[in-house]
């Protein structure tokens, strides 16, 4: 396995939101793992290089006291639907698809979430007015992280 393979296996992690990734190839094995959600490290035998930490974009799921508050704020979340990437405008340079403040429909689109290069839109689901959006454009998502709070109409 060479460094551009490696490469390529680390962008996957990057991209694909896992938390941890296992190749063998050859005899050899590679174990990525996203450590404490701000690290990514190369763990190979001793023939291989040794763990190089890389800095590494990666989403934090709110904390179950918060997703209280919210609820006790008489809040809901709109959620991730899939692993992937949050976009909060069609394209870049587009302005967003919704603002805090902004009244939404239930069937109305509220950001993108990109999964295996597949654009996926995301609906509200309820009809409401945006209180919170709860994570950054450009940010891994998890399966069924909170993207959205909103207060039902």
Do not use: H, W
């Not at 393979?5 to 962008?11: A, H």
């Not at 763990?43 to 989403?59: C, D, G, I, L, R």
């Not at 979340?77 to 429909?105: K, L, Q, W």
């Not at 689901?125 to 919170?132: D, H, L, N, Q, T």
């Amino acid at each position: 396995m060479d460094l551009n393979e490696l490469k390529e296996l680390i962008g996957l992690l990057e991209e694909s939101g896992l938390s941890e990734l296992e190749i063998e190839e050859d005899g050899r094995r590679v174990r990525l793992t996203k450590q404490g959600g701000n690290f990514v490290t190369m763990q190979a035998p001793p023939a291989m290089a040794a763990p190089v930490p890389v800095s590494a974009p990666t989403a934090l799921a709110p904390e179950p006291a918060a997703e209280k508050t919210l609820a006790d704020e008489g809040l809901v979340t709109i959620d991730s639907p899939m692993v992937g990437t949050f976009y909060a405008c069609p394209a870049p340079g587009e302005p967003t698809f919704v603002e805090p403040g902004d009244s939404v429909t239930s069937e109305q689109t509220v950001c993108i979430v990109e999964a295996m290069k597949i654009m996926n839109e995301v609906a509200a689901k309820v009809a409401g007015k945006i209180e919170r959006i709860l994570v950054e454009n450009g940010e891994p998502v998890e399966f069924g992280q909170p993207l959205f709070a909103i207060r039902p109409a």
